[in-house]
T-cell receptor, first 115, second 110 residues
């Protein structure tokens, strides 16, 4: 079956530009997560949605980062005024969003390079 | 979320059993233990999850002692394709947020 998909797979932009990264979760998954992964490090939590609402956005580094999930399915991570330090792989995951055992399924990621 | 500690790297040879141990001294009552595998240029992939004692699936076993302050991922008869980074996570999965450490880089040699 279809897994989590992310577009684009690669994004190169210039410092100061605005970018949008898209995540299509597995159908029926109510929970959606965004992570950021720098080279040689584990994924770093950014934000978690349960349905349409952001249940936990404590990982967003600053107000340049924003994410939406207007219909409870597709999500978009938006980064304003990009900086070179934003360069990383941005991972999206989805899960059924249930208590106890709730496995997250990850997409392949979007590699963002800010020049 | 409970902090986890695991070895930075491990080497093994094809056909051997590999055991990767993760320490999580501050694990809470509601916390589950989950292991993920990540290959280069891919997102992490779920391997196994458990709460206590032993869990086994088609790819791995997870051993959790009674005090739950550590856990051991066991990969039987590894192959070259098992070369990857392995992450141990501890938390209440419904809490949403998952805290990954830097993982254990396993290198399987021929």
């Amino acid at each position: 079956g279809a897994g989590v998909s992310q577009t684009p797979s690669n994004k190169v932009t210039e410092k100061g530009k605005y970018v949008e990264l898209r995540c299509d979760p597995i159908s029926g998954h109510t929970a959606l997560y965004w992570y950021r992964q720098s080279l040689g490090q584990g994924p770093e939590f950014l934000i978690y949605f349960q349905g349409t609402g952001a249940a936990d956005d404590s990982g967003l580094p600053n107000d340049r980062f924003f994410a939406v999930r207007p219909e409870g399915s597709v999500s978009t991570l938006k980064i304003q005024r990009t900086e070179r330090g934003d360069s990383a792989v941005y991972l999206c995951a989805s899960s059924l969003g249930r208590t106890g055992v709730d496995t997250q399924y990850f997409g392949p990621g979007t590699r963002l390079t800010v020049l | 979320l409970a902090k986890t500690t695991q070895p930075i790297s491990m080497d093994s040879y094809e056909g051997q059993e590999v055991n990767i141990t993760c320490s999580h001294n501050n694990i809470a009552t509601n916390d589950y233990i989950t292991w993920y595998q990540q290959f280069p240029s891919q997102g992490p992939r779920f391997i196994i999850q458990g709460y206590k004692t032993k869990v086994t699936n088609e790819v791995a076993s997870l051993f959790i002692p009674a005090d739950r302050k550590s856990s051991t991922l066991s990969l039987p008869r590894v192959s070259l394709s098992d070369t990857a980074v392995y992450y141990c996570l501890v938390g209440d999965t419904f809490a949403g947020k998952s805290t990954f450490g830097d993982g254990t880089t396993l290198t399987v040699k021929p």
